[in-house]
């Protein structure tokens, strides 16, 4: 054969020993890692309370072979205490991001971990999420959580009901929402978790009807059309916070979507844009981006394949940043603040210092009138959670909780993170969601 005949011949074999899915994963060129130290150093420096917390943290690290094997042992053994500690308190998807992270590569021997003990229990607490559902078709936690529990079930080899897994998480299940919206970051969730169920099928692990792997593909196409429906002009799906785990559901369900309908570089580089702004300086938030960012998605994670460690393409600082103390005291600002209950409105008028988070103001507010303003708040990996205003609990079983509003408008941030401004008319009102 004449070398001209055969150039095109090579290329074709070239193209086609290039995987199919690489296509669809737009991760972000090694030359480009230093636009991620933002969110690697918001990781390494993170300091949780609570050791739970620091699961996702050391999940997205591991994925993205970030650690070197001394840090990685020290989140280990702070998730690790924090299980072994809290087993009976801890909710179902806490468990579930605690085994996904400990197990998600083999790491290097030492802290012995004894999954089949831990994924019993797991097993347990999805059995109590699924009974919880009797009632009035509401589990103990959430969509999101229980998507988690699937997912750590399938890839660890627990034990869980394929017919069950389907019929839970049938895309018209009132739980995909949140005051009738579509939550992106459930539906990737249970996109993620039904990818693992499929895969043991096809390959073979559990056996089903075909009729049952036609329902699962129903389902994936379907919440795939939900996610990419919540699609950005920007190129964010739903919003900037679900937009990474959206990505990664993304990534393994490309046979579900065409091409033209996702623009992954724009999306990539909307988050990149992100970054650069601030928007990641919660250390969960930044977890939950940087997987996608590295082209991994939750179902790389695999307790027997080794760990990497210390990628030469990160210099990050470990030197916590140094907050700069203004020589000025901060001036002032005013704000509108609501408790709104029903048709119930108490409101006030409070002085907090310009930066100040959603939280300084309730709190300014309860000192000035506790008997109207009290409230409790819970430590979540997010951040702090308001559980009560003036006494009264927000309610899963009821669906119950304290919404966040600044000018009317839904917060996609929590009371710690959002920074206030001079006028806002910020409210928490009693909601069903
Ligand atoms: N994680 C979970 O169980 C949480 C799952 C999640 C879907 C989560 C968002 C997504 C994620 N990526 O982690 C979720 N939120 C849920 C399920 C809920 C409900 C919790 C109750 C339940 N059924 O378990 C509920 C009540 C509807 C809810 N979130 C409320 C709120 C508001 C909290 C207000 C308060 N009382 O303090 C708030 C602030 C919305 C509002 N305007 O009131 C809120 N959530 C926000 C903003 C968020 C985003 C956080 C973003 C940020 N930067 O802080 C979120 C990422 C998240 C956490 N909620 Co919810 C969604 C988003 O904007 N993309 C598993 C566990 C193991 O960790």
Known sequence: MRQSHQLPLVGLLLFSLIPRQQCEICEVSKEYYTALNPLISTMINSKYTKGIHAANVLLSLRLGGILNPNQEQQLIQQVNTAVENKKPSLTSGQLALAILALGACKGPDGISINYSELIKILGNKYKAEIKNMDHDGNPLTNYYQLSLDILALCLFSGNYSITEVIKILDPESKNYYFHQQFSVDTGAMAVLA????????????????????????????????????????????????????????????????????????????????????????????????????????????????????????????????????????????????SVVVNNQIDNIMVSVADGSVFLDVMEKAQKENATLFSFTVEESSWGPYITTVRGIKANNNDRTYWELLSNGEPLSQGVGSYVVHAGDDLEVRWSIY
């Open 194 to 337: 039904l990818t693992c169920v499929k895969r043991s099928i096809t390959s073979g692990q559990n056996k089903i009807d075909t009729k049952d792997l036609e329902t699962i593909d129903n389902h994936m196409e379907s919440l795939i059309a939900k996610i990419l429906c919540q699609k950005k002009e920007n190129g964010l799906l739903g919003n900037i916070y679900s937009t990474g785990e959206a990505m990664q559901a993304l990534f393994v369900s490309s046979d579900y979507y065409n091409k033209n309908q996702w623009d992954c570089q724009k999306t990539r580089d909307i988050v990149l844009t992100e970054i650069s702004q601030g928007a990641f300086r919660m250390p969960t938030a930044a977890a939950q981006i940087l997987p996608a960012l590295m082209g991994k998605t939750y179902l790389d994670i695999n307790k027997d394949s080794s760990c990497v460690y210390g990628s030469d393409n990160f210099n990050i600082s470990t030197q916590e940043p140094i907050s700069v103390t203004p020589a000025v005291p901060h001036s002032q600002i005013e704000v509108n603040y």
